[in-house]
């Protein structure tokens, strides 16, 4: 007679059903590379280039900025700003095409988030079939999505505030176009230091990224 439980062989049938299988296809791993990248070089460059004009009582520490000056700092933020642009706009329409996102993302419902919220935070929320994210997952990277579409916008308005008079009125004006820039910034680094600290506490989603398996 198996000694195991039911949670332990409801775990081990969800692990042989996720083994061998591909959790993320090669456009999604290049993909999140590339934006891990880009993310990074453009959080740091606009660092250095919120430093020289602060909008709060505080400014980055040399050491984590990007560029040494503000014409630097511009030059990087600008050439990482299309990379991540061109590869955001390949990551999102493949997402819809191929219905990963409708698949991956939907539905997300209150009860369930909830629900996964209180599981994370008793050390009870599986993680054993990548291949299908939890609630709060799914609310988070859908989030993440949205939030990038802000920046972008907020980022075009501050840019080019004359070009794109509309837009940057849309925001409130140009100073207003900023703290919605800083902010959408600050939610993405939240997002990346949560994401990075799941990856470290399950192991195998980062070989997930790397390999696909």
Known sequence: ???????????GVAADRTAGRVVHPAWVRICHWINAVAMIIMIMSGWQIYNASPLFEFVFPRSITLGGWLAGALLWHFAAMWLLVINGLVYVILGFATGRFRRKLTPITTADVIADTRAAFTGKLSHDDLATYNAVQKLLYAGILLVGVLIVLSGLAIWKPVQFQYLTALFGGYDFARYVHFFAMAA????????VVMS??????LRAMLTGR
Request: aromatic share 4%; hydrophobic share 50%; charged share 10%.
């Open 1 to 11: 007679m198996s000694s195991l439980t039911a949670g332990e062989r409801q775990h």
């Open 200 to 205: 470290l506490l399950v192991p195998k989603s």
């Open 188 to 195: 993405i680094v939240l997002f990346l230091i949560v994401h």
